[in-house]
Structure formats: C-alpha cells, structure tokens
C-alpha cells in the first residue's frame, strides 16, 4: 500500500513564525504535490514536484515556498506566517495521474 | 483551462436510500482521466475510481456505481442502500495530457454527504 505521512496533524504558530510542514512517501514516486482546502474552496493547488530539486507553482503559491532535496520528502514552507494561512494541509504523491495522499495537517495561525 | 463542477454542495439521505452525487467537467483535451475521491471526516482522502476519456463503460463496485457520459460532459457517482459509513465529502477530479502539467489534478469543490441512521 502506498503511505505518505505528515510531520503533524495539528498545529497551532504564531503570527510571522517560519512553518514547516513535512511530507513524506514510501513508494518512489516521482510527483509530489501540496494542496490547501478550505470550506466552500475545495482543494487548491500551491505547489508541485516533479523530480527532486524542482518545483513549480501551483495556483496559489503566494506566502509559500517548498523544498525538494530527497525523492521521497516534500516540504511546505510559509516563511512569515499570517492568519489567512489557517487551513488544513494537504500533501499528495503520484506516479502518474492517480495521487494518494496523507493524512492532512491541520494549521492554525493566531 | 479545466474545470470541475459539482453543483451538490450538501447532501442528507436516510440510511438505505440511494444517493447519487453529480460531477460536471469542462476540457479542451481528447485524452483526460477522471477520479472520485472520499475524505471520511479523519480527513484523508482516499481514492475511489479513475476513468479515462475512451471507456464510457458504467462501472460497479459493490454498493458503488459511476455512470459516465461524454455527451454531456459528466461522471457521477450513485451510492445504492446508503449506509452510516458512507457519509463523507465526495471530490471528483480531472486530470488532462497537456505536457507537463498532464499530473495535475483540477477538483470540484466537493459535495459533502450525510447519511442519517
């Protein structure tokens, strides 16, 4: 069975703190993605992975950065965090089409 | 651009009843794949069915079927003899071949299912 993990399943930053959120996946695949969900939003898209040191934006990258150094690890980065990023967390891998993803980290801002 | 539409935004059903969640999609490519996924209220999603653009064949799996129609651009999903366990938020998705962004995935908002004992 596939497995991707996160570092965490609730978090709770202040404030302008730099936040790192881990992710994890055990089955070599090469596309690693990391998505935010919001009620009434569904799920939007803030960056994805191709292969290991690449990126590319997704369709709401702004306040986010990622890190790629490993194949199996993808790091979500907000580098000052606000309020507005409070959300649940969404981190996915795939091989092809089809992603799994992991559990959701549950991020509050106050 | 692509686009996912489920206009079903709640749904309650008595356990027992049959459900079906409708999902709309818009793209311009020949070739595109289409999901549903489950996110049960643990939070994870968990993927369900993938279909591609040339098998307009329905599909069954147990209690679950998918009725897909290239005509009107849609592929929904029919829960029969609703059951407690069932109640989640339904994602479906589309997935296209335009190069490099071919792996993304464009979701609907979802459409969040409450079965009531």
């Known amino acids: 069975d596939v497995k991707v993990t996160q570092s965490s399943r609730y978090l709770v930053k202040r404030t302008g703190e730099k936040v790192f959120l881990e992710c994890v996946q055990d089955?070599?695949?090469?596309?690693m993605f990391w998505y935010r969900q919001d009620p009434g939003l569904g799920l939007r898209l803030i960056y994805f992975?191709?292969?290991?040191?690449?990126?590319e934006k997704g369709d709401i990258p702004e306040g986010y950065s990622v890190s790629r150094e490993k194949k199996e690890r993808f790091s979500l980065i907000l580098e000052s965090a606000s309020t507005n990023q409070t959300s649940m967390y969404l981190c996915?891998?795939?091989?092809?089409?089809?992603?799994?993803f992991g559990p959701g980290t549950r991020l509050t801002v106050t | 651009a692509q686009k996912v539409t489920q206009a079903q935004t709640e749904i309650s059903v008595v356990e027992k009843e049959d459900v079906t969640l409708d999902c709309v999609y818009e793209?311009?490519?020949?070739?595109?794949?289409l999901f549903w996924y489950k996110q049960p209220p643990s939070g994870e999603l968990v993927f369900l069915i993938r279909?591609?653009?040339?098998?307009?064949q329905n599909e069954i799996s147990g209690r679950y079927s998918w009725n897909f129609q290239k005509s009107t651009s849609s592929f929904n999903f029919t829960i029969t003899a609703s059951q407690v366990v069932d109640s989640a938020v339904y994602f479906c998705?589309?997935?296209?071949?335009?190069?490099?962004?071919?792996?993304?995935?464009?979701f609907g908002k979802g459409t969040k299912l409450s079965v009531i004992p």
């Open positions: 793209t311009r490519d020949t070739t595109y794949y």
């Open positions: 996915a891998s795939s091989l092809v089409d089809e992603q799994y």
């Open positions: 998705a589309l997935s296209g071949d335009s190069g490099a962004g071919s792996y993304q995935l464009t």
């Open positions: 279909r591609n653009s040339f098998d307009e």
């Open positions: 089955m070599d695949h090469e596309n």
């Open positions: 992975s191709y292969d290991v040191k690449m990126k």
